[in-house]
């Protein structure tokens, strides 16, 4: 018999109020970007004085990485469990998109905040958070990159490095999510994943020609 852990209700509602902090954090970063926005205003979204964020995050951009760290980790699980799977290379690659592309439309105001603060925090990957947070970030494109390469091996895709590939595909997948994000027009990040899987198929999959 598997023995459960029984989580002290301290410890609840230490874990309840840090998520409460994160959801407040990840809002505040969207509307308002990175730099412009406080621990003050993050305290006032979430309903907690001020000082309270700081016995759980010691700075602003502690509590940015968090955000980005799990949740790059959440879609780096689920893409491990899908991956798993005995299908072809091509079928799951199919799946990781659907997964991706779901998750995506139930975190826009995280996606928000990744695609256009990114760029700004380059110097962070010599910060361990920094270090981290890429390194899981690596971790999908290797996830990727396995896959394809059996795929190469069992002559489902050409004969194109892999990890080229894996980077193009998620080149393209990040294109789209930045398009939907600024569009005029909303419409659910979903209805896209048909049109990324053409384009990344038709440039990977191996045909075989008629005699």
Partial sequence: MIKVE???RKKR???AHREEI???AEKVFAAKGFFPSTMSDIAKEAEFGTG???KYFKSKEHLY???INEKVEEINR???TELSEKTSAVERIKRVLGLQFEFVGRNRNFFRIYISEWNRFEWTVKDELGKIIHEKMMTYIELITRVIRQGVKDREFKLIDPVDLAHGLVGVVNSFIFEWLISAQPYPFVSKL???LKIFLKGAQRTERRR
């Fill in 13 to 15: 509602e230490y874990l």
């Fill in 65 to 67: 990485f968090t955000l």
């Fill in 78 to 80: 689920l893409v491990k």
């Fill in 22 to 24: 994160l959801l407040a």
């Fill in 52 to 54: 309270t964020l700081y």
């Fill in 6 to 8: 029984k989580i002290s």
């Fill in 194 to 196: 048909d049109t990324v």
